[in-house]
């Protein structure tokens, strides 16, 4: 596509149909019919049974009735709590559905039938377990909370260990475990303005559309523009949905941008779809090389920054990790250092500057890596002595890094080093 011209990939809302009413319910009344209410019938006996040879007067007795039903006590056995607990309550999965050739949404119900809560934009940490091993993966939602069913959507990814598992293998019916729901970047703690851009790529497209789902349901002064990229037509996820929204809501409009036929997004192209770009609240999620090119076009068109949210954990390969990664150039090792973790008696030398996550899980040591990307929290550990490089500490308390505490997943070994869980 040349950069001069805007994409004409723009979703066209199906035409609505009116709405027909069946005329022979309308206008007439049915007069109720009518009972005679039966006048209350109220019994007193004081003393109750008799009592021979004792003077002291019985308990007084008091019964009621109206009409010709006793009235019974209420009583209300086992409230089930309204919001679900994953710590208490397994997810069931109720549909699967395609979404593309290499994408699927999966939809959960909570055993106990309770209602999801969570924040839009948000990720439900998992655990599968796959050939008598537990594995944590972290997947956005893209349902809308306050409703009964919780909906992942997934894409198959290349030597994705869980994601293709789940694909393969998980049936209606069958139970998972989840950890915890959480995600910094959501509509309810990013305030953001009536006008929104929300900006996807890929499967990054399921966070944002939970927000746009849940902005227009709740907020009828929304005013969403949504953009959506795609190599191509039949890669684009949710596509028949959109086009359900965009009949529904005249607040809702979508571009779509296909690589194959209109090029890849740019800082022309944004201004030209969005010249009211100034006024509006970007949350944008995608790979991560697109999501720097869209955050490089913001600051370029001079975007006041404090109104652009993204997400900093998007679905990674999750492929089987292995701890002999690092090698130089010739294939060689690069230089080696130790690894001890007392509470499981691990010493072992490794390769200086790999993963923490990577070797702690190489090694038996039951850290949970759920994202994998330093947003969840769930491979928090303590180092009491030696040296990493941590990249991310976004989920850590100032008082927990002082204490040495850091996200094995965004952390490199660079010397001996002894860690703990706790």
């Given amino acids: 596509m040349s950069s001069s011209n805007t994409p004409s990939s723009t979703l066209t809302p199906p035409a609505l149909k009116p709405l027909k009413l069946n005329s022979s319910g309308l206008g007439k009344t049915t007069k109720p019919a009518t009972s005679k209410l039966t006048p209350p019938k109220l019994n007193f006996a004081l003393g109750g049974s008799k009592s021979s040879g004792s003077s002291k007067l019985a308990t007084p007795k008091l019964s009621f009735s109206l009409g ?36 699927m949404s999966f939809t959960f119900a909570a055993a106990d039938q309770t209602l999801f809560d969570f924040k839009p934009g948000q990720f439900v940490t998992l655990a599968v377990k796959i050939e008598d091993k537990t594995h944590y993966r972290a997947y956005s939602i893209s349902s809308v909370p306050q409703q009964k069913q919780l909906r992942l959507t997934i894409k198959r990814v290349p030597d994705g260990l869980v994601s293709n598992w789940l694909a393969d293998n998980l049936a209606i019916g069958d139970n998972l475990s989840a950890l915890n729901i959480a995600g910094q970047f959501n509509s309810s703690d990013c305030q953001h303005k009536a006008k929104l851009l ?3 790529a890929g499967c990054g497209i399921t966070p ?34 959109m086009q359900t929204l965009t009949a529904q809501h005249s607040n809702f409009k979508v571009q779509l941008l296909l690589e194959n036929s209109d090029g890849i997004v740019s800082k022309n192209v944004i201004q030209q779809l969005y010249p009211d770009l100034q006024d509006r609240t970007i949350f944008l999620c995608g790979p ?7 955050e490089n076009i913001a600051q370029e068109s001079d975007f006041d920054m404090a109104n652009f949210f ?96 850091v996200l094995a997943c965004s952390s490199t070994v660079e010397g001996d080093i002894t860690v703990a869980l706790s």
Avoid at 288 to 294: C, D, L, N
Avoid at 351 to 370: F, T
Wanted: aromatic share 4%; net charge negative.
């Fill in 68 to 103: 010709e039903t006793a009235v019974k006590p209420v009583v209300i056995k086992n409230v089930t709590p309204t919001t679900w607990s994953p710590t208490t309550t397994s997810l069931v999965l109720v549909k699967r559905e395609l979404e593309t050739h290499d994408s």
């Fill in 310 to 405: 993204q997400e900093s954990f998007t679905p990674a390969a999750d492929n089987k990790q292995q701890d002999n990664l690092s090698l130089d150039a010739s294939g060689a090792s690069t230089a080696s250092v130790m690894l001890y973790v007392p509470d499981f008696a691990v010493e072992k030398k490794v390769v200086q500057g790999a993963s923490l996550l990577e070797l702690l899980e190489n090694n038996g040591v039951p850290i949970i890596g759920a994202c994998r990307a330093g947003v969840c929290g769930s491979c928090k550990c303590k180092v009491t002595s030696g040296e990493v490089k941590s990249t991310s500490s976004e989920t850590l308390t100032a008082a927990e890094i002082e204490q040495g505490f």
């Fill in 198 to 200: 929300l900006v996807s």
């Fill in 208 to 241: 944002v559309m939970s927000i746009a789902k849940t902005l227009l349901a709740q907020d009828s002064d929304a005013d969403i523009e949504f953009l959506h990229c795609a190599r191509d037509k039949d890669n684009v996820i949710f596509h028949a949905e």
């Fill in 288 to 294: 991560v090389g697109f999501m720097k090119a869209v």
